[in-house]
């Protein structure tokens, strides 16, 4: 399975971010299957954001919750993130990653946010 992220690189504060993690040789309905969000500040360690199961049901981080949106396009085997209210500090490299049972874990290769006016 291949896992692509792509986005726009520069956002403005206040802006909204709109990430794309593109699904290649896997379904992203495939069963058992959680699509998830991770990111990486500078400096920082590894931070969980959210994700989307195989049959849809969706999952977020506490503290991101209420600026934070995952969906999914099946026919396109595409995941998407949005994020709300950007701020300075949620500049980070931004990662989607599979998670398989029964343990098998696949990383796309991240894509670089930062926010900055």
């Known amino acids: 399975v291949q896992l692509q992220e792509s986005g726009p690189g520069l956002v403005k504060p206040s802006q909204t971010l709109s990430l794309t993690c593109t699904v290649s040789?896997?379904?992203?309905?495939?069963?058992?299957?959680?699509w998830n969000w991770i990111r990486q500040p500078p400096g920082k360690g590894l931070e969980w954001m959210g994700g989307?199961?195989?049959?849809?049901?969706?999952y977020y981080s506490p503290s991101l919750q209420s600026r934070t949106s995952i969906s999914r396009d099946n026919a396109k085997n595409t995941m998407y993130l949005q994020m709300n209210s950007l701020k300075p500090e949620d500049t980070a490299l931004y990662y989607c990653?599979?998670?398989?049972?029964?343990?098998?874990?696949?990383w796309g290769r991240g894509t670089q946010v930062t926010v900055s006016a």
């Open positions: 990653k599979l998670s398989e049972l029964p343990g098998s874990n696949f």
């Open positions: 989307i199961s195989y049959s849809g049901s969706t």
């Open positions: 040789n896997d379904s992203i309905t495939s069963k058992y299957t959680v």
